[in-house]
């Protein structure tokens, strides 16, 4: 795994204070197969500090398997045997906590059990509180934390920080009224509410590729691109998120948040430097700066039953705890107009979903079209396609630019061909998953890829609209597309009316 240094090389001054990592909510799939393997991976490259601890917190007495769940847990993240000794100092720091989260006693008590590791640890009331639960429990933990003076420091430099996950509000007034529960505890540079994508280094890329070189930047605006694709589709299903989902849908579930950083990032101004305020600056004024989206330039859309990768799967309707007569979306479909002086007249045209024919993210950067006039004569003509950049954040991780090629021969005909960088090929495979520069950061204080109240205000304002409008307009169509398909024939025709198709992936 390698977190923003050559192979080998260990950026130091990267590592963060002594701490202790708090997880509430530690018994949740997330904890075992990503948190846990990513601190691990952090500890293998060296940049956790050497008094550090991590407390799993959560309401059931898991305490006696806890340990053996995690390590499990960091043996499926791959790239360690079980004998490791550098496992095995890291296992040793791995707590468990029992309270309920609404127990004040519970509370106090825990007070006690960080400062008693504090004493024996060295980890000096340095704290990273992990909310990993249920989003109904994310104002309320964080009032106790601050009730029971959990979240204030006791001494200079001692920092208390809190990371909260998706999803952060379901619509604009709980997402307002949220941050105005969480601001009243914490200081907006305490908090952390995290988007795994901007973990992605795929996505983290998309700014080094675009300020980081001298090529691309000139040609990034309406005068040379005709219009953008953003694709973020899994061949899976709700994997047994029932009730989650039923009230999610796709387009709270990735669109508003993951598809919409990635929108960011894809379309800003170069920052004034890589830090938080500058780049979560330039990223606002990309979400406002977007169109309201007319609901005709949406599709919604949910899958029935069908084929993935070959095998038999059941409908949208018929899964484990969804209403048979479900009108949640599992694909959403949208053209945006971002009117400001680069983007202004370039259609972004972006997809999400589930159960879909295979699991892609990418964005597709699809250029103008030269004038073709000099390939009249030939029959060459017809075959002279567009420039197109293909950024893929997952999988097959990499870079292509597409562009027309003589054949070979008397006569001359073009042919689109492709230039290729790979991730796994130049820096070879990594068992990073993500978190772990989100946890360092976190750590470290830095901001930067992670959303801040006015940006999640900003893509709720954008969304919340849609969402009106769809409850006033029950689809009729629903199930409108085969698990195992592109989505609803509606995508499609969303880019015809444009002239246009979605680029085949
Ligand atoms: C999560 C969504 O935020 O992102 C899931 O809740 C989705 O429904 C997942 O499957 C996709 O993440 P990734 O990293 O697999 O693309």
Same mark, same amino acid.
């Given at each position: 795994? @390698?977190?923003?240094?050559? #192979?080998?090389?260990?950026?130091?001054?990267?590592?963060?204070?002594?701490?202790?990592?708090?997880?509430?909510?530690?018994?949740?799939?997330? &904890?075992?197969?990503?948190?846990?393997?990513?601190?691990?991976?952090?500890?293998?490259?060296?940049?956790?500090?050497?008094?550090?601890?991590?407390?799993?917190?959560?309401?059931?007495?898991?305490?006696?398997?806890?340990?053996?769940?995690?390590?499990?847990?960091?043996?499926?993240?791959?790239?360690?045997?079980?004998?490791? /000794?550098?496992?095995?100092?890291?296992?040793?720091?791995?707590?468990?906590? &029992?309270?309920? *989260?609404?127990?004040?006693?519970?509370?106090?008590?825990?007070?006690?059990?960080?400062?008693?590791?504090?004493?024996?640890?060295?980890?000096?009331?340095?704290?990273?509180?992990?909310?990993?639960?249920?989003?109904?429990?994310?104002?309320?933990?964080?009032?106790?934390?601050?009730? %029971?003076?959990?979240?204030?420091?006791?001494?200079?430099?001692?920092?208390?920080?809190?990371?909260?996950?998706?999803?952060?509000?379901?619509?604009?007034?709980?997402?307002? +009224?949220?941050?105005?529960? $969480?601001?009243?505890?914490?200081?907006?540079? @305490?908090?952390?509410?995290?988007? %795994?994508?901007?973990?992605?280094?795929?996505?983290?890329?998309?700014?080094?590729?675009?300020?980081?070189?001298?090529?691309?930047? #000139?040609?990034?605006?309406?005068?040379?691109?005709? %219009?953008? +694709?953003?694709?973020?589709?899994?061949?899976?299903?709700?994997?047994?998120?029932?009730?989650?989902?039923?009230?999610?849908?796709?387009?709270?579930?990735?669109?508003?948040?993951?598809?919409?950083?990635?929108?960011?990032?894809?379309?800003?101004?170069?920052?004034?430097?890589?830090?938080?305020?500058?780049?979560?600056?330039?990223?606002?004024?990309?979400?406002?700066?977007?169109?309201? $989206?007319?609901?005709?330039?949406?599709?919604?859309?949910?899958?029935?039953?069908?084929?993935?990768?070959? !095998?038999?799967? $059941?409908?949208?309707? !018929?899964?484990?705890?969804?209403?048979?007569?479900?009108? &949640?979306?599992?694909?959403?479909?949208?053209?945006?107009?971002?009117? =400001?002086?680069?983007?202004?007249?370039?259609?972004?045209?972006?997809?999400?979903?589930?159960?879909?024919?295979?699991?892609?993210?990418?964005?597709?950067?699809?250029?103008?079209?030269? /004038?073709?006039?000099?390939?009249?004569?030939?029959?060459?003509?017809?075959?002279? @396609?567009?420039?197109?950049?293909?950024?893929?954040?997952? /999988?097959? +991780?990499?870079?292509?630019?597409?562009?027309?090629?003589?054949?070979?021969?008397?006569?001359?005909?073009?042919?689109?061909? +492709?230039?290729? *960088?790979?991730?796994?090929?130049? *820096?070879?495979?990594? =068992?990073?998953?993500?978190?772990?520069?989100?946890?360092?950061?976190?750590?470290?204080?830095?901001?930067?890829?992670?959303?801040?109240?006015?940006?999640?205000?900003?893509?709720?304002?954008?969304?919340?609209?849609?969402?009106?409008?769809?409850?006033?307009?029950?689809?009729?169509?629903?199930?409108?597309?085969?698990?195992?398909?592109?989505?609803?024939?509606?995508?499609?025709?969303?880019?015809?009316?444009?002239?246009?198709?979605?680029?085949?992936?």
């Amino acid at each position: 795994m @390698q977190i923003g240094a050559e #192979p080998g090389v260990k950026r130091q001054e990267r590592v963060p204070d002594p701490c202790i990592v708090v997880i509430f909510g530690a018994s949740g799939d997330l &904890t075992k197969r990503k948190l846990l393997p990513a601190l691990y991976h952090l500890e293998q490259e060296g940049l956790l500090p050497e008094q550090f601890a991590v407390v799993g917190v959560a309401r059931r007495d898991i305490s006696a398997r806890f340990g053996a769940d995690m390590k499990d847990g960091i043996l499926k993240g791959g790239g360690v045997e079980a004998d490791d /000794p550098v496992l095995k100092k890291f296992m040793d720091r791995v707590k468990y906590f &029992t309270t309920n *989260f609404d127990d004040d006693a519970g509370y106090e008590k825990l007070k006690g059990f960080l400062a008693g590791i504090d004493d024996k640890l060295g980890t000096k009331g340095n704290r990273l509180f992990y909310l990993a639960v249920a989003p109904e429990y994310f104002a309320d933990i964080t009032d106790r934390l601050g009730k %029971h003076e959990m979240t204030t420091s006791k001494a200079p430099g001692q920092w208390m920080h809190v990371i909260i996950e998706k999803p952060f509000g379901t619509d604009l007034r709980s997402a307002r +009224e949220l941050n105005d529960a $969480i601001n009243r505890v914490l200081h907006e540079d @305490q908090i952390f509410r995290i988007d %795994h994508y901007l973990g992605k280094e795929t996505v983290q890329n998309i700014l080094v590729f675009r300020f980081g070189n001298g090529i691309f930047e #000139p040609i990034w605006n309406r005068n040379f691109i005709d %219009h953008v +694709e953003i694709t973020a589709i899994e061949s899976i299903g709700i994997e047994g998120r029932g009730p989650f989902y039923e009230k999610a849908g796709a387009l709270r579930d990735v669109v508003q948040n993951h598809v919409m950083e990635v929108l960011s990032f894809v379309a800003m101004e170069p920052p004034d430097s890589f830090d938080a305020s500058s780049v979560r600056a330039e990223k606002l004024k990309v979400w406002k700066a977007i169109d309201p $989206i007319e609901v005709e330039d949406t599709v919604r859309g949910q899958y029935g039953p069908g084929r993935v990768n070959g !095998e038999k799967v $059941i409908g949208y309707r !018929e899964e484990d705890r969804v209403d048979p007569e479900s009108n &949640t979306e599992t694909f959403v479909a949208m053209k945006l107009q971002i009117e =400001n002086w680069r983007w202004a007249g370039v259609p972004i045209y972006v997809r999400a979903g589930k159960r879909l024919a295979k699991r892609v993210t990418e964005v597709t950067v699809v250029f103008k079209q030269p /004038p073709l006039h000099m390939f009249k004569s030939s029959d060459a003509r017809t075959q002279v @396609q567009p420039n197109v950049l293909k950024i893929r954040i997952q /999988p097959d +991780e990499g870079i292509s630019l597409m562009f027309g090629a003589k054949v070979p021969g008397p006569t001359t005909n073009v042919m689109p061909v +492709e230039m290729h *960088f790979s991730y796994a090929e130049s *820096f070879g495979m990594s =068992n990073a998953n993500g978190y772990e520069r989100l946890l360092l950061d976190a750590m470290l204080g830095d901001g930067t890829l992670f959303a801040h109240r006015s940006g999640v205000e900003a893509t709720w304002a954008l969304m919340t609209p849609i969402l009106e409008e769809w409850a006033k307009r029950p689809p009729h169509d629903f199930p409108n597309y085969e698990a195992g398909s592109w989505g609803p024939a509606a995508s499609d025709a969303l880019l015809l009316k444009d002239r246009r198709k979605w680029f085949k992936l």
